[in-house]
């Protein structure tokens, strides 16, 4: 069932994928980066895949890895009932990749979260802002070199001198 | 303290330059209003701050601001192992801990390969279904006080009590249940559950009656949800809304019966679909899923096997506590499970739950480490949150509320 997905991806856009894997009965094809947006249409449009519905963006850290960030999309077909999970790596030096956001409108949140926590830009993206943290918040906490440390409480008065030591994973 | 300090600050228009792209330019201009409701609004079901620029009562529209909730809870668990990341996930949607566990567990267990004996999946299933009932249960009451219909609150938090206390009896805990473990349970089921869930089922069904006797027929409910908050199927689709806010649109896709889990397969059951996908249908939909949700329970019950609750495979289950006092294998599984943990094989596993909300999604990426690498919760409210402006394009203020409730969203869900 997944070959025959797979087969219609290769045969369409024969450079897009670069690895195949199965695991545990998931099937994640690993696209390269430039051809995210390309490979979503095709198989949210192509009548034999029809992945009408994108239900979840996601991304990890593979930190110290080269490439080190991984973007996940798990992608359902409502009318095969399968699921599909799409893969892109992205280098650790200023990661980006194009937004999906006008192929399935729902993945503006996604995106919006997976820039925020693991500071990946999603290119083409209509609202790129912060969704959780604070707009002034420096870093990105779910970066693997972002610290999970117990953070001191900063006041007016002493602000600077907190700021100063405080360990961000700076872009 | 200087004065200066606690001086109001005067906003002129001249502020509003760095909202430019997300409101019109009439905004901009000073001929529509902006509007902050929340984040400490009684009618957002939580701190949801939302920023709307209305004319006059219409809504031009809306911006959901979210994140007050933020934990972390995501960056927590890398820091755990993946037994003790368990409690973690009940306070994410704090009204559905049970489905929470339930998604989180069996990505754990699809890693590990773990097959989960019978009894405990259909205990699995009972509680799901019972903690399906309560939530919706203060969805309705919630929903309903926010349209002031105030009665149905307060008959609806009667009835959550007593599935709280049959938790409360389950797990010691009535809302941070933690129930289900990696393989299993926790523990066995205690003796008189099966009384205590018989003698909810018998009066339950009454008591949807009746509260859909106060509102379905009722003029001033119809008159509040008919026609308002409408969502095509398309849209709704393509917004990434699911559960009960993508059925009221008419879509029959509900992952208890698309992709079975945990055998749901075993019960017969419908799916409640409805057609308008306005918020009379959701509140409709909702409704009618208390009432499978009583059949599965009752199915469950009757057909409920003896056995194991949880997997003998000690590499994930702890042994039980009186071997450890003549088996010295025993001792070094519990030993090695509670300091340094398992290792699941390097990959990742995505694994979807129908909550009360929705999909529930847990994906968990694998290093080979004892901790995980990554472990993502794909949130039924955040994904029908963010479809929010889409529906609320032109409504009135007040029938935002009844949009905001209608589409059952718990903030601890969407902030994580």
Known sequence: ?171 | MPENEYQLMELTVDDLKEMKGLVSQRALDGDTVLLNMGPQHPSTHGVLRLLLELDGELVISCIPDVGYLHTGIEKSIEDKTYTKAIPLTDRMDYLSPMSNNLGYVMAVEKLMEVDVPLRAQYVRVILCELQRISSHLVWLGTHAIDLAAMSVFLYCFREREKILDIFEMVAGQRMMVSYFRIGGLWRDLPAGFEDAVRAFLGHFPSEVDEYEGLLKNNPLWINRTQGVGVVTAEDAIAWGMTGPSLRGSGVNWDIRKAQPYSAYDHFEFDVPISEAGDVYARFWCRVQEMRQSVRIVEQALAKLPKGPFITGNRKVAPPPKEELAYSMESLIHHFKLWTEGFTPPPGEVYVSVESPRGEFGCYVNSDGSPKPRRVHFRAPSFANLSALPLMTKGVFIADLVAIIGSIDIVLGDVDR
């Open chain 1, 1 to 171: 069932m997944a070959d025959t997905i797979i087969d219609l991806v290769k045969s369409k856009l024969p450079d897009a994928v670069q690895a195949v894997i199965e695991f545990r009965g998931e099937t994640t094809l690993v696209v390269r980066p430039v051809d995210i947006v390309a490979v979503c249409v095709l198989l949210r449009d192509d009548p034999a895949a029809h992945f009408n519905f994108l239900s979840d963006v996601s991304a990890a850290d593979h930190y110290p890895d080269e490439p080190r960030f991984a973007v996940n999309y798990q992608l359902y077909s409502m009318e095969y009932n399968r699921r599909l999970r799409l893969k892109v790596r992205l280098g650790g030096d200023a990661p980006a990749v194009s937004s999906v956001t006008r192929v399935w409108p729902g993945a503006n949140w996604h995106e919006r979260e997976v820039w925020d926590l693991m500071g990946i830009r999603f290119t083409g993206h209509p609202d790129l802002r912060r969704i959780f943290m604070p707009e002034d918040y420096l870093g990105h906490p779910l970066r693997r070199d972002a610290p999970l440390v117990y953070e001191e409480p900063q006041f007016t008065h002493n602000f600077a001198e907190i700021e100063k030591r405080k360990p961000y994973a700076r872009e």
